[in-house]
């Protein structure tokens, strides 16, 4: 070999060392980035004329397991998915308390029962009937709260969707960014592999967000889709939505689209997915459940309520139910509708056939046409059944009475003596005019003997069978319709409750982990992955000291072939 050729290898050596200080020197100051994968130097031998002449550098970059990327990207999804349960359901869970707590459903329903029990040993105290009321507005009060958490969390799951909705385009706009500044570029650079590294990780951090897939075509360039829709391409195409704001158990949620197009039912994964999940589904089953608990419990109630009388009768009834004159009766039997003096003593009975009166109408203009009742349709769309004067009270027995589809007795029908008023565990409430005065509530039955006459006692001071009714009410089985995932049974009314608390917490302690099993999978992809090409520092140290010294050994062939060259010309000199 010539002097030149030596001179001319030494150089191309001290090159290709110095290329690779700089590679391994990078690779230790990126070790902690995220996604970052270890570069190296691909080297070729330079030949002229069948010599060697020397080394070159041909690629410096990182080849990866496109599978191994695939797969944490699937993995991501789930990971986001499951992570999105816990937190939202331990805090309804932790609404709901535990079985035996003090303030739990099923003890405040057990503690209404209790107090009926003593009422019906000791009916004509207002203090116990105030002990009553108090432990009935417990439960609407426990209702209407815990369906405030599960609408409350569903109003932070949607605000959330919004948010997400934006770091998703975030990333989208990133990713076509890195397409943009790849486009064109010689894959074989530092800089390529490094713009490669920032865009698999955006495609990782994008995949947690939602379901994406994904594919990178023969020119570098990433597309992304979620179901048929592309979202990156030529061009970012972007996810749109629109936050629902104050969420109620009736909130009609919209779509999240992408250019005009509904692209909700293609979201199934990632953080989206779960957030969708769990305000649509998961949440309001939980609220059916308190919703099916709230009406049976109501029902069950007011049903014995309404076949009773305050002593010795109240001023007036007024319907929970809204009607209008027009509508239609349909009804059987009798009802007796009595005014009473304030010994609970009959001063007027009408004794109302069923099968006469076919409208609302039709029964105002029956309760009218005596002589110490009234009846009124309010402009609130309830009816009210009054006393014609202050010496009389009144009083309604249901005698045998059916009156709607459901074979109700008249007075359930309307609601005249609801103790709970309201349609779901939402807007559960005590009825107003109790709360104000305990006396209300009734303890006992009227007389429905066909023989009653004037003066005879129609409701007796500490009447109790109503009491008695609503006591062993509650000790017996009530039919639940199935709901939110817990099927149709039959049940005491504080052992659903119970029952629906041991759903909620074993949700919680389910999603604890699959978060937790999502999560190590997660983990363990990505370790495998930084093991398999991220930075490892003691072999990046090892590497510089063997570059080190075949850059000190380039450089001494240069200083010796220089000296060689110089004794040469001395020679010629």
Do not use: C, H
């Amino acid at each position: 070999m010539s002097i030149r050729a030596a001179q001319t290898a030494a150089l191309s050596a001290l090159q290709a060392s110095q290329a690779g200080i700089a590679v391994a020197s990078n690779n230790i100051a990126n070790a902690s980035v995220e996604g970052y994968t270890a570069k190296t130097q691909s080297l070729a031998t330079n030949t002229l004329a069948g010599a060697t002449t020397g080394v070159n550098v041909t690629a410096t970059g990182a080849t990866v397991d496109n599978y191994l990327l695939k797969s944490i990207s699937s993995s991501a999804t789930d990971s986001g998915y499951a992570d999105v349960f816990t937190d939202p359901l331990t805090t309804v869970s932790s609404a709901f308390g535990t079985v035996g707590e003090d303030d739990s459903l099923a003890t405040l329903i057990t503690d209404l029962e209790t107090s009926l029990a003593t009422l019906a040993s000791n009916a004509s105290s207002t203090s116990q009937k105030s002990l009553v009321l108090a432990d009935a507005e417990d439960i609407s009060d426990s209702l209407n709260n815990l369906s405030e958490t599960v609408q409350s969390e569903r109003g932070n799951a949607d605000q959330k969707i919004d948010e997400t909705v934006e770091q998703v385009n975030n990333l989208l706009y990133q990713i076509q960014s890195y397409n943009e500044q790849l486009t064109g570029m010689d894959t074989g650079t530092v800089a390529a592999s490094e713009l490669t590294d920032a865009r698999n990780q955006a495609i990782n951090d994008l995949s947690e967000l939602v379901n994406v897939t994904y594919f990178t075509d023969s020119t570098n360039q990433t597309q992304i889709y979620l179901g048929g829709t592309q979202l990156v391409g030529s061009q970012v195409n972007e996810l749109s939505y629109t936050p629902s704001g104050a969420v109620s158990a009736d909130t009609t949620f919209g779509d999240i689209t992408v250019n005009g197009k509904a692209v909700t039912s293609s979201i199934d994964g990632g953080t989206l997915g779960g957030l969708i999940e769990l305000r649509d589904e998961t949440l309001p089953d939980i609220q059916d459940q308190l919703d099916n608990l709230a009406v049976t419990l109501m029902d069950s109630v007011n049903a014995i309520t309404n076949l009773g009388t305050a002593y010795p009768g109240a001023d007036e009834l007024t319907s929970s139910q809204d009607v209008a004159a027009g509508d239609a009766v349909s009804g059987a039997g009798t009802v007796r509708l009595v005014a009473t003096d304030d010994n609970g003593d009959a001063a007027e009975i009408l004794d109302i056939d069923l099968s006469t009166i076919s409208t609302v109408q039709d029964l105002v203009d029956t309760i009218n046409a005596s002589s110490n009742l009234t009846a009124t349709l309010n402009t609130d769309g309830t009816l009210t059944i009054a006393a014609a004067n202050d010496d009389v009270n009144v009083a309604i027995v249901n005698m045998d009475a059916v009156v709607g589809d459901d074979d109700q007795g008249f007075s359930d029908y309307f609601g005249f003596n609801d103790m709970f008023t309201g349609t779901s565990a939402a807007d559960m409430s005590l009825n107003s005019a109790w709360r104000d005065n305990p006396s209300l509530l009734p303890s006992g039955s009227g007389a429905s003997d066909s023989a009653l006459a004037l003066g005879d006692s129609v409701i007796a001071v500490g009447s109790a069978d109503v009491a008695t009714s609503l006591s062993a009410m509650f000790d017996e089985n009530q039919s639940f319709s199935a709901a939110g995932g817990m099927g149709a049974t039959s049940s005491s009314l504080s052992n659903y409750a119970s029952e629906i608390l041991s759903d909620v917490a074993r949700q919680t302690s389910d999603a604890q982990t699959n978060a937790d099993v999502a999560d190590a999978a997660y983990s363990d992809l990505v370790e495998s992955f930084s093991n398999q090409y991220g930075v490892n520092l003691d072999e990046e140290a090892l590497t510089l000291t063997n570059l080190e010294s075949a850059y000190s050994a380039a450089a001494s062939v240069i200083d010796i072939t220089k000296s060689m060259m110089d004794t040469l010309l001395e020679m010629v000199q």
